[in-house]
């Protein structure tokens, strides 16, 4: 896939799966989703407020992925919503765990909005590398509140990344684009989806 924006998180997927230790995933095919999660569309997990759960003891424990397709946690309803009409089909992929959504303009493709779904400790672990990281190479790292049961969110100079965790699973939207609409765009379609894993 040919967007820029994802190779900037493919760097921190290694680091943030290195720190948490977590190299696979206990589903076929969702250690490459985890991956792009857990350092491209995950930007590190921020103590939201809210969230207790860092001061309190440790982080809910991973829950299966078995049987989750990102595809489905959104109503066509809320896509056509937040991003108007699409220039394809929803693309999934990675065993139900990556889906794809381009945004249809005039031309060809508008905003690109990658939904990925992870294991809470790869989440943990992107949180961790991208609050670290915070003001390096013009990324701002920022903490959620009313998102799940934590949220956080990497403004980078190309993308936006929304990531909310739920339990011991957790979702990360990127969007190649930093604009008020497009982090709009991400909230309201991660309402929905944190709603739904």
Excluded: W
């Excluded at 998180?9 to 799966?17: E, Q, T, Y």
């Excluded at 989750?68 to 065993?95: F, N, R, W, Y």
């Excluded at 969110?153 to 990531?163: D, K, M, R, T, W």
């Amino acid at each position: 896939m040919p967007h820029k924006f994802l190779m900037t998180g493919l760097g921190l997927v290694a680091a943030g799966l290195a720190i948490a230790g977590c190299g696979a995933s206990q589903d076929t095919g969702a250690t490459s989703a985890q991956a792009h999660q857990a350092g491209a569309s995950q930007p590190s997990q921020a103590g939201a407020a809210g969230n207790t759960s860092a001061a309190s003891g440790p982080e809910p424990a991973d829950a299966s992925l078995s049987g989750i397709h990102a595809c489905k946690l959104i109503s066509a309803s809320v896509v056509q919503s937040a991003l108007g009409t699409l220039s394809s089909p929803p693309a999934e992929d990675h065993g139900g765990l990556y889906c794809l959504y381009e945004q249809a303009v005039p031309g060809g493709v508008g905003l690109s909005v990658i939904v990925t779904i992870t294991e809470r400790s790869g989440y943990d672990a992107a949180k961790e590398v991208t609050r670290l990281a915070n003001g390096a190479q013009g990324t701002r790292y920022v903490e959620l509140s009313g998102i799940g049961d934590d949220a956080f969110a990497s403004i980078g100079p190309q993308s936006y990344e929304l990531s909310a965790a739920h339990g011991g699973r957790a979702i990360s939207m990127q969007i190649d684009s930093t604009s008020p609409a497009a982090q709009r765009a991400a909230m309201e379609l991660m309402k929905p989806a944190i709603a739904n894993l």
